[in-house]
C-alpha cells in the first residue's frame, strides 16, 4: 500500500557531501514523523535524524552540525544533507514514515529498502 524509496548514495571522499532523497507513494491519507536511520557493517542500525510534521528535528549526537534532515510535505519526501562526511559514517541509511493510509486508521511504520553510502579515508 505504501512504498518509501531512497536514492542518493554512492561513493564519497572524506570530507564531501551527500544528499539522500526519500520519497513515499501509495495510499497516504497523512505522514507524521519521518527519519533517517543507518547500519553498518557488524553494527545496530541507529536513529540519525527526525523530523515531525511540522519540521521539528532531533539528530544522534555523532551527525549534529554535519547532517540536515528536511522534508517536503508536498511531495512526500524527506532528504538528508549529510556534509563533512566521514568514513565512520559509512553505512546503509534507510529511511522511514509513520503514514496513515485512512483518517481512520492510526499511523503505521513503513521502511524503505536503504541506499549505501561509502566515505572513503
Known amino acids: 500500500q505504501v512504498q518509501l524509496v531512497e536514492s542518493g548514495g554512492g561513493l564519497v571522499q572524506a570530507g564531501g557531501s551527500l544528499t539522500l532523497s526519500c520519497a513515499a507513494s501509495?495510499?497516504?491519507?497523512?505522514?507524521?514523523?519521518m527519519g533517517w536511520h543507518r547500519q553498518a557493517p557488524g553494527k545496530q542500525r541507529e536513529l540519525v535524524a527526525v523530523?515531525?510534521?511540522?519540521?521539528?528535528?532531533n539528530y544522534v549526537d555523532s551527525v549534529k552540525g554535519r547532517f540536515t534532515i528536511s522534508r517536503d510535505n508536498a511531495r512526500n519526501t524527506v532528504y538528508l544533507q549529510m556534509n563533512s562526511l566521514k568514513p565512520e559514517d559509512t553505512a546503509v541509511y534507510y529511511c522511514?514514515?509513520?503514514?496513515?493510509?485512512?483518517?481512520?486508521?492510526?499511523?503505521?511504520?513503513?521502511w524503505g529498502k536503504g541506499t549505501l553510502v561509502t566515505v572513503s579515508s
Open positions: 522511514n514514515g509513520e503514514v496513515r493510509t485512512d483518517w481512520r486508521q492510526p499511523p503505521m511504520d513503513y
Open positions: 501509495g495510499r497516504i491519507f497523512s505522514i507524521h514523523a
Open positions: 523530523i515531525s510534521s511540522v519540521g521539528s528535528t
